[in-house]
């Protein structure tokens, strides 16, 4: 006789419990504040840039509404930093969090506020990679980065005004970023097919229209509109709520953030000559990964390619000021990354004479 299984399953998804976005939001960061915790110590961290360009008027304006405000400035993102942070938080029994800043200033207090069980609020000076809203933070370490579990920030604050002040090429990188999750869902939708990987087919929905809306208003993605950074900030929340619901970085990390996580394993040394100083970021290396990905997908690699030269990011490795020995050796060995998360890559990885012909066809070498 046919007897149905009992259902075990469950799942626990946390998504931000407030997102304000837009023109000269940073006043209401202590509305804000009231309305996540009831605490009235606030912990404002942000690097010396970030300080200046928003960290003082965050404190000031928490100060005047009577909260008890510390401010501590961080240098990386490393564990080191993280341990600082916590020690600092706890001996100032501070109840609330605050990261002022971009990638490195988040991802630094997300991960303290997470051990500390304390409400983090992400407040964005720049719009460089999806980390402002995602429950995940990387951490660097002498050989590359290291993702780590934290959880979403419990609040967004996105000043567009702001943002837009930053340099346009964080906002190009962050865009990059976001529209190579057309290559992550590739990946999952391969993996959950091949391997039965678990699959949420919402996550990936989420995922890809955080991806098509930068690929639709490509064009209106351009330097010192305020309006970009907008299209930014949206397209990198709804890309951090895919990965809320996947409960993990599927959604948004396949085998073109490995290939640029083996890009910085390979170290700085791979800078073209004249452009050393001028490190590729995160956001550009996916985007560059993203366009060979979806080619080997046999998806529409041109569209990914075009839209990135429309925003403005590298498509080459000229552009991105990395040699093309090193794109190749990180085609191939970009697998070594996370050889449990299944890509197109397969188990092995790319032969040296693929990685070569991938790179020349797609016009990235
Ligand atoms: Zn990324």
């Not at 959950?192 to 208003?217: C, D, F, P, Q, W």
């Not at 970085?249 to 100083?277: V, W």
Request: some cysteine.
């Amino acid at each position: 006789m046919f007897t149905m299984e009992r259902f075990t399953k469950y799942k626990t998804m946390i998504f931000p419990r407030e997102i304000i976005v837009g023109h000269k939001t940073t006043p209401q960061v202590a509305d804000l504040c009231g309305r996540i915790s009831n605490g009235t110590s606030a912990l404002v961290v942000c690097d010396k840039n970030t300080k200046k360009l928003s960290g003082n008027d965050i404190s000031k304006t928490l100060s005047k509404a009577n909260y008890e405000v510390k401010e501590k400035i961080v240098t990386s993102p490393s564990v080191e930093e993280v341990n600082n942070l916590i020690k600092y938080a706890k001996k100032n029994n501070i109840e609330i969090l605050l990261g002022v800043g971009g990638g490195s200033v988040i991802d630094v207090t997300k991960l303290a506020s997470y051990d500390l069980k304390k409400p983090f609020i992400s407040v964005p000076t720049s719009a460089a990679h999806d980390g402002i809203a995602s429950p995940r933070a990387s951490l660097k370490h002498r050989k590359g980065s290291v993702s780590k579990t934290a959880t979403s920030p419990a609040a967004i604050l996105a000043d567009t005004e702001i943002i837009n002040k930053a340099p346009f090429r964080m906002l190009a990188s962050g865009c990059a970023d976001v529209i190579s999750n057309v290559s992550a869902v590739m990946d999952w939708e391969l993996a959950h097919r091949l391997k039965g990987e678990e699959y949420s087919s919402h996550a990936a929905v989420l995922a890809k229209t955080a991806a098509e809306m930068l690929i639709e208003n490509a064009n209106d993605i351009r330097p010192n509109t305020e309006e970009s950074a907008w299209f930014a900030v949206k397209a990198m929340i709804v890309s951090g709520v895919a990965m809320s619901v996947a409960g993990n970085t599927r959604p948004a990390s396949g085998s073109e953030h490995m290939f640029s996580h083996m890009l910085d394993h390979l170290g700085p040394g791979i800078m073209l000559k004249g452009k050393r100083g001028r490190r590729p970021m995160h956001g550009e290396q996916c985007g560059v990964g993203a366009i060979m990905m979806v080619y080997l997908h046999g998806g529409n690699w041109e569209k990914i390619r075009d839209t990135l030269k429309k925003i403005g990011a590298p498509t080459t490795s000229e552009e991105l000021g990395i040699s093309k020995r090193k794109i190749i050796e990180a085609l191939v060995r970009a697998q070594e990354i996370r050889p449990e998360r299944y890509t197109i890559l397969g188990a092995n990885g790319l032969t040296e004479d693929a990685a070569k012909k991938l790179a020349k066809t797609t016009g990235v070498i």
